[in-house]
């Protein structure tokens, strides 16, 4: 969705919101009508409302995805209680969140590589590695400690960052179970329970246990959009990190390399072999990722450069979907007409003794 379509959803869910003047319910609605009948009118659709009874009826009547935008739901907006659509909701919320996690991601990155550049005393491509890598391990934390901690390891700029990305904790610990991936509580006390379906993976894969923590003192935890954006998805990217530093331990295996210029570098003589890890829900917005986000030239720019699909997500898909996450992939890229070279976990190890065979050849 762009930007227009997004005000518009946000412009006619405030003229339902609860406790406000009907002086402002008025203006709020005119506004959306105005908003509406532009949109309208451009997708050269004459048939808008001119009132607010009918832009009531209008809005309760007709399906979001043949006004607003073709990626919305298959229903209206507002239903006949006048209460806004739910799923849009969490929509817009994901969205938000998700844009605010890049921009804050994407200044510590800019930061990192000019002072890089700048200042030559301090290690900026390891401070960034230490910053992603306790953010990745730190999901609820004592306040006290998350201080100590940053004070003692980073930079004042660096500390500073982090600390944006926590919030305070809406919950306590005594005697609590919480994830032994990531670290967020769980609640047994009902069906839900459990964790993220990447969790639920490796737990059973690494036969962990959830762990009991407990904490007198005040607690911060990653805020949604960091724990969904940058910790889960890191998860996997980790775990794939070790296993090729365990296994090529006469190689020089590097996370982030060039501050993030890749998500993994593996150096072997004068060879560098690349890869960066993606970890999405589906094939789908991996594409269209890749489009809207990612330099696409710099897998072409190596030789040996790969875009590495997480076991989890292959076999959660399997799981949920029943798909195959990697053949759907592989025929979402050739209709796009993006030309790279794409891998699955599993086969990574001996793909990279392949190339090491044919070097030393």
């Known amino acids: 969705m762009n930007s227009e379509e997004i005000e518009l ?22 506004y ?24 009531i009826d209008f809005v309760k009547r007709n399906n979001m995805n043949v006004y607003i935008s073709k990626k919305l739901p298959n229903q209206p907006l507002i239903n006949d209680y006048m209460d806004i659509n739910e799923e849009v909701v969490e929509l817009l919320d994901e969205k938000s969140s998700e844009e605010k996690v890049q921009k804050i991601m994407k200044e510590l990155l800019d930061l990192c590589r000019y002072k890089n550049k700048e200042e030559t005393n301090l290690d900026w491509e390891e401070i960034y ?9 730190h999901y609820v934390i004592e306040k006290i400690e998350l201080d100590k901690y940053l004070s003692s390891n980073f930079p004042y700029e660096i500390r500073s960052f982090i600390s944006r990305m926590y919030e305070k904790a809406n919950f306590s610990l005594n005697e609590s179970y919480v994830c032994s991936i990531c670290g967020k509580p769980l609640d047994y006390t009902n069906e839900v329970g459990g964790c993220s379906n990447i969790c639920n993976y490796y737990k059973l894969h690494e036969r962990k246990a959830d762990e009991i923590r407990s904490s007198k003192n005040r607690l911060v935890k990653l805020n949604k959009g960091i724990y969904k954006y940058i910790l889960l998805p890191n998860i996997g990217e980790y775990r794939i990190y070790k296993k090729l530093k365990k296994v090529f331990n006469n190689f020089k295996v590097k996370l982030y390399p060039n501050i993030d210029e890749f ?99």
């Not at 532009?38 to 409302?49: A, G, S, V």
């Not at 590695?129 to 391990?137: D, E, Q, Y």
């Not at 829900?281 to 594409?287: F, I």
């Open 32 to 55: 959306a009508i105005d908003l509406l009948t532009e949109k309208l009118i451009h997708d050269r659709n004459f048939d808008f409302p001119t009132n607010i009874p009918s832009f």
């Open 263 to 361: 998500d993994i570098g593996i150096y072997y003589g004068d060879v560098t072999i690349n890869l960066d890890i993606k970890d999405h829900k589906n094939p789908y917005t991996l594409v269209k990722n890749l489009k809207e986000n990612t330099n696409l030239y710099k897998f072409n720019e190596s030789k040996y450069c790969f875009l590495v699909i997480p076991d989890h997500r292959v076999t959660i898909y399997k799981q949920t979907k029943s798909k195959n996450y990697m053949k759907e992939l592989g025929t979402l890229l050739r209709n796009e007409d993006i030309y790279i070279k794409v891998i699955q976990e599993r086969k990574l190890i001996r793909k990279i003794d392949q190339i090491v065979g044919e070097i030393d050849e």
């Open 9 to 30: 959803i946000y412009s006619i869910k405030r003229c339902f919101e609860d406790e406000i003047e009907v002086w402002e319910k008025v203006s709020r609605c005119d």
């Open 129 to 137: 590695v230490k910053a992603r890598g306790f953010i990745s391990t």
